[in-house]
């Protein structure tokens, strides 16, 4: 049996402390550029905004808005919120993820050390993690800065926001481990990825949608996590709905850590 076989995660078991030591490689390579990170942290979201939710919420402002008279950048700005997080978290666990394993073989030199497949799973996801984090309250500040913060409530749409990140990172982790080429990535994001950013409640409400697109959008990851950001950051919280878009978000994001558990393994531990 080879050493990295002697490693295989004991049965039930989530990760060791030792997914710390793969998130903190992650951190000190962004330590390298973190100025540059923060620049477009700020940028990007201050952009969308002004350009979507001003600009475009001018006209959509004039002709009766969005139900409940709510204005149109205090709408769209927690759906941005989460979907810029569920941008950066789907697109750092596809190609990154894949470069380690099949380019730069940089999890199987760390699997030369105490540090096993499932560490390098969870200190991955963990490092996902704090990009939404820091991506969200980047984004957070511009919408307070900009007035579109209806509610105090908007605050605990930066944790949604990472949840979200995390219910897509997970599964597409646990895709990217059974990659060999990035061409199964392109078709994710232009079929699946992308669609959903247009049809998931981030710009307009899905009741605008035909009858038979509504239930895929409401099956979405993206759904829940635009609709609990949205309705605390307009104050308009439905205990039982946050829970249920919570739940699925924690669903979504388990799943996807249970079938990353599977792929990290079958590709990594011999």
Not at 42 to 48: N, R
Not at 97 to 107: E, L, P, V
């Amino acid at each position: 049996m080879t050493i990295t076989g002697l490693r295989r995660a004991r049965p039930g078991a989530i990760a060791s402390r030792r997914s710390l030591h793969v998130l903190e490689h992650d951190l000190l390579v962004f330590r390298r550029g973190w100025y540059s990170y923060l620049l477009s942290g700020l940028s990007q979201p201050f952009l969308y905004l002004v350009s979507m939710g001003i600009g475009l919420g001018l006209y959509v402002n004039r002709n009766g808005g969005v139900p409940g008279g709510v204005p149109y950048l205090d709408y769209i700005a927690p759906a941005l919120l989460v979907t810029q997080a569920m941008m950066a978290g789907a697109f750092e666990a596809a190609w990154p993820i894949m470069g380690k394993i099949h380019w730069d073989k940089t999890y199987f030199a760390a699997l030369n050390t105490p540090i096993g497949a499932l560490d390098l799973l969870v200190g991955d996801l963990m490092w996902i993690g704090f990009r939404a984090t820091l991506l969200s309250v980047l984004f957070l500040v511009v919408i307070v800065l900009l007035g579109a913060a209806a509610s105090p409530l908007v605050v605990l749409a930066v944790p949604v926001a990472v949840l979200t990140a995390l219910a897509f990172a997970a599964p597409i982790m646990a895709f990217a481990a059974t990659q060999t080429g990035d061409g199964g990535f392109t078709a994710l994001f232009r079929f699946g990825i992308t669609p959903m950013f247009l049809f998931s409640g981030t710009f307009f409400p899905i009741e605008r949608l035909p009858l038979f697109l509504q239930p895929l959008a409401w099956i979405t990851p993206l759904y829940h996590g635009v609709a609990a950001a949205r309705s605390l950051a307009l104050g308009q919280v439905d205990p039982v709905g946050l829970t249920v878009h919570v739940a699925a978000l924690v669903a979504v994001a388990l799943a996807g850590l249970w079938a990353g558990r599977i792929t990290f393994r079958r590709r990594l531990v011999v």
